[in-house]
């Protein structure tokens, strides 16, 4: 069940491996993974591969909120009723941005990574996205783009570029 | 937008009124592997029960107990479900009920607000709170993994799996309104890393220059590493008591006279604008022209709601003026400016003369984060609320040089007594206050403790 590693600890093949005896200490290996479902979000991420930004709009004529919702939404947040999914604008502006640096351990882009959050016109929220070339600033004039040659079916699928030509 | 219905901004009340009557904490590091979790608490237990002059030893306090709250942020990083229930057998406390709360990096002041409405409504007497976090099982890497899984699964977390990116978002959007100075944001960390120097609690103490901060790598532009919390492990505990209670277990309980809470949207994303919900000095003029969104990602709703509440019921009418001394969470400069505004130490768009002034240093008008706060001592998430409400507790006590200055507790903790040592004691402090904050502001509460 167990051999000796480089180090001369044991490491066993359930994962758990001797790294200090005095506090003794263990590594312990994780690998698994998690089935999620993204259920009434499922228009936005499948309009990502239809070159759609999909968002949603509140059914409910006495509801205040006519704005649309982006990230969307399949309650109203102020009456709760079901909304409907209405095809938002592509080209909006950046209201702010950074340059991840240092990011954390799962992330998949490259660094250093323009992170933008997007004004879109008729839209009440402001979606976090990326921008895919360009240096950002505040009040760019952005298109969105889509990732459909090797879908990740993630947020990472949409991202941003300069309305201007490079 | 939020528009208040009549009920929405009732003012809280405590049916009977709470005091503290013990503090105690660990050191913090960012690795603890001399320690377990439980070891971690019982120690900090052991400080609250016997090192704050209390009338009566341990046996006889715990036999006074009636509810335990327990304060943890992140199972992940544990990696121990139920935890609570093993800290609880481990401070032999079992029968007694208990809960865990959990709001994120403002667990700490949850679990506060939990323990205060036990005792306020006389469901309980005697209410110790505990919190910890041990965040050293996992690479840092991973462990800011961790935290962005408290960002939005589906539309964020992905977008940098790094919480500095999100607030270096709004420092962006808050420099491009109001123009605040890169240098008056390293102040804030000069000052933190400083008075951590004199906490032998303290991760991360540093005499550093302005300069030193503003040439420092960039996590995520404009924020450098040394503007950005430490990631912790340790463990803080506080008494909660009734009035009864409190005088049978002290001669020097402190009021808590307020402890409110206020929340927001998960994803800054989601935040749609509204009129300023103004403090009670906040006349309606001041912000009737104002030109920017609010909250927009300047401002936090949720801590302008929490102070709103508390400021009432603590019957504050100034914080600047009524106030003695504050506890802000630091978790990075950017958002301690924003705070001060959300706080109304000044109008929106002006936070940063709170700094300049020099106001919020020690001998200023209101000395904040005097403990070293979140940047210089520590944030193990699940004690960094209640370990800033018993750094308030003991100042108000007048018993700051007692938990700081002791040579011997340097030593418990292997560390030595600096030869620089400042006496940071608030002279004749009457009132406090703590703020403890989550995510992109998702959380916030306020507490005010008052002298009797
Ligand atoms: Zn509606």
């Known amino acids: 069940m167990a051999r000796l590693s480089s180090r001369g600890v044991r490491l066993h093949k359930k994962g758990l491996e001797l790294l200090q005896p005095e506090p003794r200490v263990v590594k312990i290996a994780k690998d698994y993974f998690h089935i999620h479902t993204y259920g009434g979000f499922t228009p936005f991420f499948a309009g990502l591969l239809k070159k759609k930004l999909m968002a949603t709009r509140c059914a409910n004529r006495a509801c205040k909120e006519k704005r649309l919702f982006l990230p969307p939404r399949p309650h109203c947040p102020d009456c709760l009723l079901p909304m409907k999914w209405v095809a938002a604008p592509l080209e909006g502006t950046i209201y702010t941005h950074t340059t991840i640096l240092y990011p954390g351990a799962p992330f998949k882009l490259t660094t250093p990574c ?3 959050s997007v004004e879109l016109p008729g839209v009440c929220t402001r ?20 990732n459909t040659a090797k879908p990740t079916h993630s947020i990472l699928d949409l991202a941003f570029e300069p309305v201007e030509p490079a | 937008m939020i528009e208040f219905g009549p009920e929405n901004l009732r003012i809280p009340k405590f049916a009977r009124p709470v ?17 377990t979790s439980e070891e971690l608490v019982a120690e900090a237990m052991n400080m609250a029960v016997l090192e704050n002059d209390l009338l009566v030893g341990m046996e006889e306090l715990k036999r006074r107990v009636n509810f335990c709250v ?3 942020f992140a199972d992940h990083f544990g990696d121990q479900l139920l935890a609570a229930t093993k800290m609880h057998d481990a401070l032999g406390l079992d029968p007694l009920g208990n809960f865990e709360i959990k709001t994120g990096g403002a667990t700490g002041g949850s679990a506060v607000l939990a323990g205060a409405m036990a005792v306020a409504s006389g469901y309980a007497d005697l209410v110790p709170v505990i919190g910890w976090e041990r965040m050293d099982e996992v690479p840092t890497r991973q462990g800011n993994a961790y935290i962005a899984s408290a960002a939005c699964k ?3 977390s992905e977008l940098g799996w790094m919480y500095a990116s999100y607030y270096a978002l709004m420092a962006q959007r808050y420099q491009h309104e109001h123009k605040v100075p890169r240098e008056t944001l390293a102040r804030i960390a000069v000052k933190n890393h400083l008075y951590a120097c004199f906490s032998p609690y303290s ?5 550093l220059t302005v300069k030193e901060v503003l040439s420092n790598a960039i996590v995520s532009d404009p924020l450098s590493f040394l503007e950005c919390c430490v990631m912790s492990t340790g463990a803080a505990v506080l008494l909660l ?22 929340t927001h949207t998960l994803r800054t994303a989601d935040r749609r604008n509204m009129p300023v919900l103004r403090l009670p000095h906040e006349p309606e003029e001041l912000y009737s022209q104002y030109p920017h969104d609010w909250p927009g990602f300047s401002s936090f709703l949720a801590t302008r709601m929490a102070a709103y509440l508390a400021f009432n019921m603590a019957g504050i009418r100034d914080p600047l003026e009524d106030l003695d001394l504050l506890e802000t969470h630091d978790a990075f400069t950017i958002s301690d400016i924003q705070s001060y505004e959300d706080l109304g130490l000044r109008p929106y768009g002006r936070g940063r003369e709170f700094i300049e002034s020099g106001e919020a240093y020690y001998e200023g008008r209101l000395p904040t984060n005097l403990s070293g706060g979140l940047i210089g001592t520590m944030h193990a998430v ?3 609320g209640i370990f800033q409400i018993a750094e308030v507790f003991w100042q108000l006590q007048g018993k700051w040089a007692q938990f700081h200055a002791d040579p011997k507790l340097w030593r418990r903790f292997g560390k030595k007594k600096p030869r620089d040592f400042r006496d940071l004691q608030v002279k004749n402090a009457r009132r406090g206050a703590a703020v403890s904050h989550a995510g992109t502001g998702s959380h916030v509460t306020v507490a005010v403790l008052e002298k009797e």
Not at chain 1, 127 to 146: D, E, H, N, Q
Not at chain 2, 203 to 207: A, G, I
């Open chain 2, 154 to 156: 589906n539309f964020e």
């Open chain 2, 241 to 262: 008591a009734s009035e009864e209670m409190a005088h049978r277990l002290t001669r020097f309980p402190i009021k808590l006279t307020a402890i409110c809470s206020g």
């Open chain 2, 70 to 72: 327990y304060s943890q």
């Open chain 1, 127 to 146: 979606m976090m996205s990326y921008l895919k070339r360009g240096t950002p600033y505040i009040g760019m004039k952005v298109r969105a783009v889509f």
């Open chain 1, 114 to 116: 323009p992170l933008i």
């Open chain 2, 382 to 384: 699940g004690a960094t």
């Open chain 2, 203 to 207: 991760q991360s103490p540093m005499r």
């Open chain 2, 19 to 35: 005091y503290i009557v013990a503090g105690g904490l660990t050191d913090f590091r960012k690795r603890y592997p001399e320690k």
